[in-house]
Nanobody, 113 residues
């Protein structure tokens, strides 16, 4: 069964950085599109970033220039590097594989002083 496991969340001060990881099993990130979503309390889940099988990337306007999505095919892992974090980035972050409609369990990111 396909599994996606996120890690790397935590508490960080405004302006700080975090790197989230999404480790996949059974499916190969090298041939699949993977996206990161986030959901803040009381808000709808929103798309943050996407990386295709070929390595093309796309970002939500709110994170453009601050977040970078990448992948390591041998490690079968997708990353989300988040810089210049703001309090409004606080949310649970999920990775998602649309071809198999599989979500990870999520990892909490809290940006606060």
């Amino acid at each position: 069964q396909v599994q996606l496991v996120e890690s790397g969340g935590g508490l960080v001060q405004p302006g700080g950085s975090l790197r989230l990881s999404c480790a996949a099993s059974v499916m190969r990130v090298s041939i699949n599109t993977i996206s990161w979503y986030r959901q803040a309390p009381g808000k709808q889940r929103e798309l943050v970033a996407t990386i295709t099988s070929g390595g093309s990337t796309d970002y939500a306007p709110s994170v453009w220039g601050r977040f970078t999505i990448s992948k390591d095919n041998p490690k079968n892992t997708v990353y989300l590097k988040m810089n210049s974090l703001k309090p409004e980035d606080t949310a649970v972050y999920y990775c998602y594989a649309p071809r198999v409609d599989r979500w990870g369990q999520g990892t909490q990111v809290t940006v606060s002083s």
